[in-house]
């Protein structure tokens, strides 16, 4: 009896240690991105790989969770007279696509939600190991997620 009274508590007791490690992980995430300044227009300019921004971007939102690699998402919006500005970095292929735009976010859902029509993407040769770098646009191309994935 004691024997599955022992295994009872110790089973509680690596259970009740691994949520506690997860949330312990989560948390210092978190805490790392927030204090990483999210909203910072300076990500986008890195995953555009342009010195920098059309002033017209605002209400940046972006997401970066990962550890080993380079996943960046940035959701704004933008004057659509600058759009163009933002295809300077890199040279971009467009291709037509349909969807929400917020869950095109390679890191995680960011943004408002907007139905996307066009993808400009690129697989740089200086991503050593592989990636992309892709914007997703609405019609009137006034708001845009951007990606940056590099291995």
Known sequence: MRSL???VILAGTVVVSV?????????YIERVNARDHLKN??????ILNLQELPSSVRDTECSARAITDII?????????????????GWDFKSQKINGNGRTYGEDAP???DFEAVTKYVI?????????LVDLVTNRDRSLVVANRFEE
Request: net charge positive.
């Open 5 to 7: 009274q022992a295994r």
């Open 123 to 131: 697989h740089p040769d200086s991503f050593k190991n592989g990636g």
């Open 19 to 27: 949520v506690g490690a997860v949330a312990f992980t989560y948390g």
């Open 110 to 112: 960011v943004g408002p």
């Open 72 to 88: 960046i998402s940035c959701a704004f919006k933008i004057d659509p007279t600058d759009f163009e500005l933002l295809l300077r």
């Open 41 to 46: 227009p300076a990500r986008i300019s890195f």
